[in-house]
């Protein structure tokens, strides 16, 4: 039955890919004693990845009921903590779609879940797509790989996510191309299968070439002048109902944009988008718009290889978790910064030096800061400028980053407190854990807000 990934591209029988799924599947059958499948999905099957890719995965059984996904999610994750080709399992319970993530082999990062066929459909969906013209996926993905390059994917911080950048893109080689570039896969089909409730249908044998013959570059330049004069708060994105010259009414409004999943029809992608990303992603695409027109097609292509270097964490505290606390918790992970909340209640910044570093510290996701139960979300710098006003920043400097040599005794860390204190202006000594490991603190923020001497 289709959605249950026959349309996507299978694993090749060697690679990562495959490597994974065997796992996963090792996994169920043998220390969980499931019976079922584990398919891949998302980009990674229908050509639309990037370098940078997560790759889906999701563990399909008929006798795991939806109420159930998050703990059996759990038993998964107890069991790949064990294993030495995985690293860094992260619970992700509390989300509208439990996942386990984690990296295999120190180098592809992966998303796990559990009966996501409605994911599945999605991807076979886009993989038809892709096989109906040949232009749809080199567009798509420098679509993605643009609003990648300029910070602005990412529901966490009031962006669209990937997957809603391809629907936009759908949409308008459907409705908005001129002559069309696809046909609506979705209109009158029937007879699919329906997965939560949603009637997933699609024609999935159409073939035959469009009428137009425009490049997949002279697309990109249109693309972007489609949705640069686009009137978000009349017209709704919904490939479902895409059509040449029809309007979809936006339902939720003029203030929320809307970005409609081809099947679950009440999932809003663009429900949670920032007025500041409206209004960063409108402006990019004049910008975008502008360039191509010009003919700087190399400085364009040149521009969205470049993918910012992110290593921010954020997540909420409360005025119960201080600074020391913040420091400590991370303290194994290359800790750089800190941006905490002025107001001591709010969203909390972590800096760590490397990418590699951050993952690392995301496998504490779900876990207690003191009182706070912590959901800690990866985040951009264009984010965090967001709320520049509301943080005050702190270097950190500690022994346990693996940044500073080794101290071994009081002496020592009275001595490397006393240097960074004259070097910043300020600085205090605190110990932390049983073994009263020393840790030096400098606060920095406009020579302000020291913290006067030092404990030990």
């Not at 903590?81 to 860094?88: C, G, I, K, L, N």
């Not at 921010?312 to 905490?340: H, N």
Request: charged share 20%; net charge positive; aromatic share 8%.
């Amino acid at each position: 039955m289709h959605g249950t990934g026959e349309l996507l591209d299978p694993a090749p029988e060697s690679g990562p890919r495959f490597e994974v799924e065997k796992l996963l599947l090792d996994v169920a059958q043998r220390s969980l004693k499931l019976s079922g499948e584990v398919r891949s999905f998302g980009s990674f099957t229908n050509g639309l990845h990037n370098p940078g890719s997560d790759l889906d995965v999701t563990f399909l059984s008929d006798g795991v009921q939806h109420d159930q996904r998050a703990e059996l999610l759990r038993r998964f994750a107890d069991k790949l903590e064990s294993r030495q080709d995985v690293q860094h399992v992260t619970r992700v319970s509390h989300a509208a779609l439990p996942l386990v993530k984690f990296t295999f082999q120190q180098t592809l990062e992966v998303d796990f879940s559990v009966n996501n066929r409605l994911g599945l459909r999605n991807s076979e969906l886009m993989a038809t797509y892709c096989r109906l013209d040949p232009r749809v996926a080199p567009l798509v993905k420098k679509v993605k790989a643009w609003a990648r390059s300029l910070s602005l994917v990412g529901t966490v911080d009031g962006c669209l996510n990937s997957y809603a950048f391809s629907l936009l893109v759908l949409h308008y080689l459907i409705a908005g191309a001129e002559p069309p570039v696809v046909v609506n896969l979705q209109a009158e089909a029937s007879g699919g299968p329906k997965f939560d409730g949603w009637d997933c249908s699609f024609h999935s044998d159409r073939v035959g070439r469009s009428a137009n013959s425009q490049t997949v570059v002279e697309l990109l330049e249109l693309f972007f002048r489609y949705y640069a004069d686009f009137n978000w708060g009349a017209t709704a994105v919904s490939p479902k109902h895409s059509q040449p010259g029809c309007v979809v009414p936006n339902a939720a409004g003029p203030a929320m944009w809307t970005v409609l999943d081809p099947f679950d029809q009440h999932h809003n992608l663009a429900a949670k988008c920032s007025q500041s990303f409206k209004t960063a992603l409108v402006h990019n695409m004049r910008l975008s718009t502008q360039q191509l027109a010009s003919g700087d097609v190399g400085s364009f292509e040149t521009n969205i290889q470049t993918v910012p270097s992110e290593t921010l964490l954020k997540f909420r505290i409360t005025s119960d978790v201080t600074q020391d606390d913040v420091v400590a918790f991370f303290r194994s992970y290359q800790l750089e910064k800190i941006f905490l909340p002025v107001a001591q209640r709010g969203n909390c910044f972590v800096q760590f030096v490397t990418k590699e570093q951050r993952r690392a510290a995301m496998s504490n996701n779900e876990r207690h800061l003191g009182p706070v139960f912590l959901v800690l979300l990866p985040t951009t710098h264009r984010a965090m400028k967001e709320e520049h006003d509301l943080l005050k920043e702190v270097v950190v400097a500690a022994a346990e980053t693996g940044r500073l040599p080794s101290i071994r005794g009081p002496a020592e860390a009275v001595a490397l407190r006393n240097t960074l204190a004259n070097a910043s202006g300020g600085g205090y000594l605190r110990t932390r854990g049983r073994n009263k490991i020393p840790l030096v603190v400098i606060p920095c923020r406009h020579g302000s807000n020291k913290i006067p001497g030092f404990q030990k």
